[in-house]
């Protein structure tokens, strides 16, 4: 195992040099999936000078192994719900304990919307190139529930955006973004954090904080 980053800064300071490189013809803007994708997510939008987002989900994990996503709950209305159908076919996951999740998980959703959200409504993303942030993909599974909630509001142009992910999660995601930028695909990633030097676990003052950084950029620009 080799670290790649020493924090989740330094990886979005490589990722937005790296999407300095390309250009888009409409608007965009950054999509970060708190918590973790926060901090990445700022250093691109303030590199690139657009403004910062969240999008709000929560996975719902396997009983006995939490940070594999069975189920993911993208906010919206109504909200986007994706269940890992052969993931809970192979697992036997109960219905009911998803159905039962699905409720914490909104509720957390709307927790962190008035939190997070206390300027205002999001901005809109119909006709934008929206970049899409995380930390990290292994399975792909809340990944590809925000890809999906986003498509229904009619991007232009989406792209994703990842310092590192699995070789399977991205094979999985090719049809869901238009356009995928990772700094590290591996064969195999069981554990995204083991790729920092410090992973710690990111809490609402680090995000609110990350915000705060991104206030002072410009309206919906092209980078």
Request: aromatic share 4%; charged share 25%; proline share 7%.
């Amino acid at each position: 195992m080799t670290l790649l980053f020493t924090d989740r800064t330094e990886a979005g300071r490589l990722l937005a040099e790296r999407l300095k490189t390309w250009r888009w013809t409409t608007p965009a803007v950054v999509l970060a999936l708190p918590r973790g994708g926060v901090p990445v997510g700022a250093e691109i939008a303030r590199a690139l000078h657009l403004p910062l987002e969240l999008l709000l989900v929560r996975k719902i994990g396997l009983p006995w192994q939490p940070e594999v996503a069975v189920a993911v709950v993208v906010d919206g209305e109504p909200p986007e719900v994706v269940i890992d159908e052969a993931l809970q076919h192979e697992t036997g996951v109960d219905p009911d304990y998803i159905e039962s999740r699905m409720v914490k998980a909104l509720c957390e959703i709307d927790r962190r919307r008035a939190l997070y959200r206390q300027a205002g409504p999001p901005q809109a993303v119909q006709g934008r190139t929206v970049i899409v942030v995380d930390d990290g993909i292994a399975t792909g599974t809340t990944m590809k529930a925000a890809l999906k909630a986003l498509r229904r509001h009619h991007p232009a142009w989406l792209v994703l955006a990842v310092p590192v992910a699995s070789s399977r999660a991205l094979d999985r995601l090719r049809q869901d973004a238009d356009q995928i930028v990772c700094l590290h695909e591996r064969a195999r990633l069981d554990t995204i954090g083991r790729h920092y030097a410090d992973f710690h676990p990111v809490h609402d003052d680090e995000v609110l904080a990350a915000l705060d950084r991104c206030t002072e950029q410009p309206e919906l620009s092209s980078p």
